[in-house]
């Protein structure tokens, strides 16, 4: 049996703006296990960007426990909590945030020499993850501000896994990006999927989601959907499509 990597427990969050309370995330008891890809889907506003805040550590919960790989997250300070989040997990956010005066390459590197000391080692795997995601070399030392939008993403995608992270959280990680692009990102999520790290990623887009191997569906900061899709297979996509459709259609997304 896969082991448990994120249990919550009556998990909430409140957002109080000018004195009014919103209640976002109601009372959620999630269990996600290694190894799987989970799709978190839902209309916009339920609550998506927010549950992957809070049970990776990003943002507090309000009430309830999230028990991460055995840690109970509300006993760490804000300083555990960002070795913690180094040491295990992966993040792809909408905004990528790169830094202005490195290059590509030392923008990847700068994150690898957090947690490992081998720069040899890890200039190779920077290159080969570069490459996977269509970064070539003619690209590593540019800046930031003389990359595209999407040439920018594939940059922060492959910081966010440069650690091999135990799990890697993403948030429309190819809102950004073309079509060609998106499958060549989606694929090395796969990949990493495939050799035993966790995925756990927000998204609008149901050939996106085709990649997961669970689908949790959110209304209105409240699980009501929860489906097991089994893992991506490019060869039984069509036969997942028609599953995840008519289980989208019954949440009414
Ligand atoms: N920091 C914050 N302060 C106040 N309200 C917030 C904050 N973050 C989120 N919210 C509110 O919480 C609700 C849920 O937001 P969230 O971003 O989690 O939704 P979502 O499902 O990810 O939406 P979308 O699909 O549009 O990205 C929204 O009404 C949003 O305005």
Redesign the pocket.
């Known amino acids: 049996m896969k082991k448990t990597i994120i249990k919550t427990e009556k998990l909430c969050k409140t ?1 109080s ?1 000018s004195g009014i309370q ?1 209640h ?1 995330l109601k009372n959620l008891d999630i269990h996600l296990v290694e190894e799987d890809f989970t799709i978190i889907m ?1 209309s ?7 549950l992957l805040y809070a049970i990776s550590g990003m943002d507090k919960p309000t009430l309830g426990d999230i028990d991460f790989a055995g840690k109970n997250l509300s006993t760490l300070n804000n300083d555990q909590l960002a070795v913690f989040r180094r040491n295990h997990c992966g993040f792809v956010f909408q905004q990528i945030y790169l830094l202005d005066n490195m290059s590509v390459l030392d923008n990847v590197l700068a994150s690898g020499l957090l947690v490992n000391k081998n720069k040899r080692e890890l200039v190779k795997k920077s290159k080969e993850l570069l490459k996977q995601v269509g970064i070539d070399e003619s690209s590593w030392f540019k800046f930031p501000a003389q990359l595209s939008g999407g040439e920018a993403q594939r940059v922060g995608i492959v910081r966010a896994l440069i650690n091999s992270p135990k799990i890697l959280f993403a948030d429309e990680p190819t809102g950004a990006l073309n079509s060609a692009s998106s499958e060549r990102v989606l694929d090395v999520f796969t990949n990493v999927n495939r050799n035993g790290q966790s995925v756990v990623m ?1 998204t ?1 887009d149901i050939q996106t989601a085709l990649r997961g191997n669970r689908i949790l569906y959110l209304r209105d900061g409240v699980i009501c959907g929860d489906l097991q899709l089994g893992a991506y297979s490019e060869k039984e996509n069509d036969e997942r499509q028609e599953k995840l459709k008519h289980f989208l259609a019954e949440m009414g997304w």
């Open positions: 957002f703006t919103q976002v839902g916009s506003g339920s609550g998506k960007s927010t927000v609008h």
